[in-house]
């Protein structure tokens, strides 16, 4: 089993939509959680961390549930600009290990 | 501020030949990691340096080597490559605290092995 899992997607929305990705974690030691963004062909990029008493962004909000190990992103009135794969990130062990998901794709159209 | 530069951005390699990768963090930041990116798979952790001196087996390490040269400075050496090896190479840096930290990235070295 993956440390980190998503379902990859993709996600096809329209513009507008409201749109919610999962991201589940093995390992109940692990510490802190954060939710990147990756554009196509170019670096990964923090978008937020994720906190034990969730957090918002904005159009963007992010909650953990340490009990059942899983994290979500909820994004609001999507927007063209929000196409992008969207990483979550478990931070585990002492020496500030970052374990990637495989991402989730999502797709915003007109 | 240049954060996390890689070097090269590109490259094309020959079965068995060597290269090295260089990755330079101007930030300060004690943690350095090396990934590869292939489709379907997310960004999988090849070695990674708590501080200068110390580097530990990420998840999918056969086939390369490191040397974090110093607190700047995190190469990731391939020492005869293969074609399961073509991937796209980030570097990222990060500082250590308690209860885990952020990651800073390059912008990726695309690599083929043919």
């Known amino acids: 089993r993956k440390e980190v899992e998503q379902d990859p997607g993709p996600f096809n929305v329209p513009e507008g939509a409201t749109v919610a990705f999962n991201c589940t974690y093995s390992?109940?030691?692990?510490?802190?959680f954060f939710w990147y963004r990756q554009d196509c062909r170019k670096e990964p990029k923090l978008l937020m961390s994720v906190y034990s008493s969730g957090n918002e962004d904005g159009r963007f909000t992010a909650q953990l549930n340490r009990a059942s190990q899983y994290i979500s992103l909820l994004i609001r009135d999507s927007k063209l600009s929000d196409s992008a794969t969207y990483l979550c990130v478990v931070v585990s062990g002492g020496y500030n290990k970052l374990i990637f998901g495989a991402g989730t794709r999502l797709a915003v159209h007109p | 501020n240049a954060g996390v530069t890689q070097t090269p951005k590109f490259q094309v390699l020959k079965t068995g030949q060597s290269m090295t990768l260089q990755c330079a963090q101007d930030?300060?930041?004690?943690?350095m990691y090396w990934y590869r990116q292939d489709p379907g798979m997310g960004l999988r952790l090849i070695y990674y340096?708590?501080?200068?001196?110390?580097?530990d087996k990420g998840e999918v390490p056969n086939g390369y080597n490191v040397s974090r040269l110093n607190k700047r400075e995190f190469s990731l050496r391939l020492e005869s490559a293969a074609p399961s090896q073509t991937s796209v190479y980030f570097c990222?840096?990060?500082?250590?605290?308690?209860?885990?930290?952020?990651?800073?990235f390059g912008q990726g070295t695309r690599l083929t092995v043919v």
């Open positions: 340096s708590a501080s200068e001196g110390t580097t």
């Open positions: 990222a840096s990060s500082p250590q605290r308690t209860g885990g930290t952020e990651a800073f």
């Open positions: 390992n109940s030691a692990s510490q802190s």
């Open positions: 930030m300060n930041h004690n943690s």
